[in-house]
């Protein structure tokens, strides 16, 4: 679906893929914001969304911690360049032992193309971050589950950030409305431990 623009994107692609063909898709049109590595699809994954939202689209997708601060292999430009173009919306680090498969710690990502109001308030300028890394109850030794508790928080959290009227006030360790000035002093890293 090459011309497909969608409203609402959510995706949990593969972590860290280092084989995805990347040397064959140099030029695609999806890398608007810069070429990501043949070694790591990450970036590749992140672009592909970005390509098919619409102009009044959101995504919300996982994605692997290492996004967040990587400065190799062009990672750091593109970051940089889908922050400058008020892209990130919310970023919430989530807690170890989530996945049945793989126990590492992982990231949402919430990604917007109407930052500027509409309904809800005028955020271009600011990413919400959200720690949630010691939420959630083991239910065996190698799984973790959110309780309805932490989910309604950490979603109240948001929608309170987003909303006009809105009853969102930071909380230190938890959650943060950072400036995009805020995030430049910190090179363009997105890891929420550092703003919260």
């Known amino acids: 679906h090459p011309g497909l623009k969608a409203d609402f994107i959510l995706a949990n ?6 084989v995805w063909g990347g040397e064959r898709l140099k030029d ?15 970036y590749a994954w992140i672009q592909h969304f970005i390509h098919h939202l ?14 967040l601060s990587s400065q190799t292999s062009n990672e750091g430009e593109i970051r940089k360049k889908i922050i400058e173009d008020h892209l990130v919306d919310c970023i919430v680090a989530m807690p170890d032992k989530l996945f049945y498969n793989v126990a590492i710690p992982c990231t ?3 990604l917007s193309r109407h930052k500027q109001g509409n309904e809800e308030r005028e955020r271009r300028n600011e990413i919400l971050f959200i720690d949630a890394r010691d939420m959630g109850e083991m239910i065996d030794r190698r799984h973790r589950d959110l309780t309805e508790e932490d989910i309604d928080k950490i979603s109240n959290t948001y929608h309170g950030w987003k ?3 809105g009853d969102y006030e930071d909380k230190k360790g938890f959650c943060k409305s ?3 000035e805020e995030v430049e002093k910190n090179n363009f890293v997105l890891t ?3 703003y919260v």
């Open 13 to 18: 692609p593969p972590f860290n893929v280092s």
């Open 163 to 165: 909303e006009k009227d």
């Open 28 to 42: 695609d049109i999806r890398w608007e914001y810069g070429t990501p590595p043949t070694g790591n699809a990450n």
């Open 108 to 110: 949402l990502w919430f």
């Open 192 to 194: 929420p431990g550092r």
């Open 54 to 67: 619409s102009p009044e689209g959101i995504t919300g997708f996982v994605m692997a911690n290492g996004s």
């Open 178 to 180: 950072a400036t995009l």
